[in-house]
């Protein structure tokens, strides 16, 4: 079988780099090596990079220290066991291999993508050259692969129902098929991570510098701290939210579907569930017995111990409990979240 | 159901089950099953079998009204929800004329009070109109409703063959048994599609959430364009072709019409390939189109990863017909009143019947009755008797 260097060198997470690397006989534990110590530079510079939201097109750069600081990096990465930067790492070098995919030239394009398709993601692919509406369709690809990804995305245009669909086959341009590769992509370095196996020791060799992207991370880290859910800002609550708060104040009878997203909110939000528990005591025919139970249950204390998220508005507005007052985003808890972000953020202007 | 009739019932269907020997679906060792018995009103789940002989002595022993299998394949099936190892699953498809808005459906769907027995029409909640007890619903099927569902069918195989590229092999139809069909693919491609992506499917079948400038609808689109695209300009021409009785049918306004009308003289300009939709403008005849297009299918049944269905080959607990293998090629013929009824002794049985519509089962024709005692072959009979519309006389 015939390598095709340069393509290796251009995506180093396909399958066939990986055969290359066994082939050389390279593993992670010769980056102890002090012979390799540019290549772990270049892999802590790689990890900068994908923290600093900075993503360049991948030159064709076959240069050798290169290709193999994509391994050291991601032996590092698994070294260091943050998840939040395996993701950060595995969704930049995603997003390199789209700009490079949809940078090359369009006979490069295709032969590039057809290749990672096929032979790393087994993809079910042709390539087509079809014209629909000024609309270029490079790309055939069997429903089922596609079906795997594209329901991730929210943009109604990669709905199945919007899509060109025969025999088959969903007709897609060249971009398309390079950002639902992407996200395969991205699924891959975050498993190859996951499932390294060698016990190795790199982060002792460049100690400091990991130090520095640790502090780092905390900074980008958007989950709310421990302070923040202690008190629930109820003047950031959305609309609907708010209704059924006042309702209850009120000693309203609400709906189960009220209950149920008025509750799990509360819990994602850090509320105890005894807290709960006393705002619903206001309610006329309130049981403790029976509210104790089914808030326990929302927050995942009994049963088959699942924590349940509140619904998304989407579902909000199939059941009228949305107010439609267009708060501009999907779901109740990101409202929440977006008018803490802007208010932290004022403070630190 | 008191005891003489279910007692004839279960005799009925365990000859059925002794005398025939049940096709089990594809690896049915990873699948679970559920059976609801005659008497009781519970199901018992999370049964499965290591052996076609374990489930035909289950079966011939129980003798359920009703037999249903998971569409999943599980690594322990008889374990809890939580537990089962959810491996993948067919996909399924469920039409049924329940949720077909056919004509006839005033005609035979009523109401039966279950105080005094009166039967009036209605939709669902209200109380007798005799008595003011509480009515329970009794519903019939007629060849129309079966149409009505057939035809659902077809433009969902239309989907499954032309969108999908299933091949005919791959797609497999089954009468119900009651009031429509059901179509499994069992193909090793469909059985990893997760929930998100059934979703999906059943969106493109029922046309949900089209955008039609995603799919180059802005300006022209020619009558052989793919998927939805060629569909709606199909649709449309369909409409510009009828007339205006037909149209007003259809719930379009007079307004709509007019548009239609003024489109039509325009005819030549879609013959010459081209259908120019303005959106707004259009956006109710858009709508009609769509319905008109895409096929009613069940939406829980074909997105629910863990679904139990029906069993093909076994009966039917509302009627003791059998839920039928329906070949392609002859499924626009097919007549499930005819082929699908398993009981087709001469004998006759004697019942008292409470109200029952005029129906035709195999080539003949019986009722209306009401309030009667009647003798009848004993395939008709057992359809009365498990529709509860009659009880055993003799």
């Known amino acids: ?349 | 159901m008191e005891s003489k009739s279910l007692e004839f019932l279960k005799e009925k269907f365990r000859e059925y089950y002794t005398k025939n020997d049940i096709a089990l679906p594809r690896d049915y060792t990873k699948r679970e099953f559920g059976f609801l018995l005659f008497k009781e009103n519970v199901m018992i789940r999370h049964r499965s079998f290591r052996t076609h002989e374990e489930f035909m002595k289950f079966i011939r022993h129980a003798v359920p009204s009703d037999i249903y299998y998971s569409s999943a394949y599980y690594t322990r099936p008889e374990a809890s929800m939580d537990n089962k190892g959810w491996i993948g699953a067919d996909l399924v498809f469920d039409v049924d004329a329940d949720h077909l808005p056919t004509e006839c459906k005033i005609k035979h769907d009523v109401l039966a009070c279950l105080k005094c027995g009166f039967t009036f029409s209605g939709k669902g909640n209200e109380s007798c109109p005799a008595c003011g007890g509480k009515a329970k619903e009794k519903k019939w099927f007629c060849e129309k409703c079966l149409d009505a569902a057939k035809n659902e069918v077809l433009k969902l195989l239309d989907f499954l063959f032309d969108d999908f590229g299933l091949s005919s092999k791959e797609v497999a139809i089954f009468f119900s048994g009651h009031r429509g069909f059901h179509v499994h693919i069992e193909s090793e491609e469909v059985l990893y599609l997760d929930q998100a992506a059934r979703k999906e499917i059943v969106d493109y079948i029922r046309g949900v959430g089209l955008n039609l400038s995603a799919i180059g609808l802005g300006s022209k689109v020619s009558l052989d364009s793919y998927s939805w695209a060629g569909r709606i300009a199909r649709g449309f021409y369909d409409l510009l072709l009828m007339d205006e009785n037909c149209l007003k049918k259809l719930g379009l306004t007079e307004y709509d019409i007019g548009l239609l009308e003024e489109e039509r003289s325009a005819l030549r300009r879609i013959e010459m390939g081209g259908v120019r939709m303005s959106r707004r403008r259009f956006k109710r005849i858009l709508q009609t189109v769509i319905e008109r297009q895409s096929a009613n299918i069940d939406t829980i049944v074909t997105t629910d990863v863990r679904r139990l269905i029906r069993m093909p080959y076994t009966l039917h607990g509302k009627t003791g017909l059998k839920v039928m293998k329906v070949p392609l090629a002859q499924f626009e013929a097919y007549d499930p009143l005819k082929e699908a009824i398993v009981f087709r002794e001469k004998d006759t049985v004697k019942v008292r019947v409470d109200f029952a519509p005029k129906f035709r089962f195999g080539d003949e024709e019986y009722g209306p009755f009401s309030n009667q005692v009647v003798e009848l072959p004993v395939g008709a009979a057992v359809l009365l008797l498990c529709k509860k519309a009659a009880t055993l006389a003799e």
């Open chain 1, 1 to 349: 079988m015939l390598l095709n260097l340069a393509r290796i060198a251009r995506y180093p997470f396909t399958i066939e780099a990986q055969t290359y690397l066994k082939k050389i006989g390279f593993s992670a534990q010769k980056l102890q090596d002090p012979i390799y110590r540019p290549v772990l530079n270049k892999a802590i510079e790689r990890i900068r990079m994908c923290l600093n939201d900075d993503v360049q097109p991948h030159t064709d750069v076959q240069d050798k220290i290169e290709f193999l600081s994509f391994f050291a990096a991601e032996a590092l990465v698994r070294e260091i066991n943050e998840d939040y930067l395996k993701r950060r790492f595995s969704l930049f070098e995603a997003t390199r291999a789209y700009y490079t995919m949809i940078y090359q030239l369009p006979d490069r394009q295709r032969e590039d993508i057809l290749d990672i398709a096929t032979g790393t993601f087994n993809w079910d692919i042709k390539a087509i050259s079809v014209e629909i509406s000024n609309r270029l369709y490079n790309f055939a690809v069997k429903f089922t692969h596609y079906l795997k990804i594209a329901p991730k995305f929210h943009d109604e245009k990669w709905k199945l129902v919007n899509r060109f669909l025969k025999d088959g086959y969903v007709y897609l341009t060249t971009e398309e098929t390079a950002r639902l590769l992407q996200e395969e992509i991205q699924r891959k370095i975050e498993s190859d991570i996951d499932s390294f196996e060698e016990d190795i020791n790199l982060v002792d060799l460049v100690k400091e510098q990991v130090d520095d992207i640790i502090s780092k991370l905390a900074k980008y880290d958007v989950k709310l701290s421990k302070s923040e859910i202690k008190r629930i800002d109820l003047s950031k609550l959305p609309p609907c939210i708010m209704k059924i708060y006042n309702a209850l104040l009120k000693g309203q009878k609400l709906s189960h579907i009220e209950r149920f997203t008025f509750t799990s909110f509360m819990l994602n939000l850090g509320m105890s569930a005894d807290s709960l528990i006393n705002l619903f005591s206001q309610i006329a025919d309130f049981n403790p017995d029976k509210t104790r139970y089914q808030v326990e249950h929302i927050a995942g204390m009994r049963g088959s111990k699942i924590k349940y998220s509140p619904p998304s508005c989407s579902t909000l507005k199939t059941h009228g409990v949305c107010i439609n007052v267009e708060c501009g985003v999907k779901h109740p808890l990101s409202y929440y979240r977006r008018k803490l972000k802007s208010e932290n953020g004022k403070q630190v202007s």
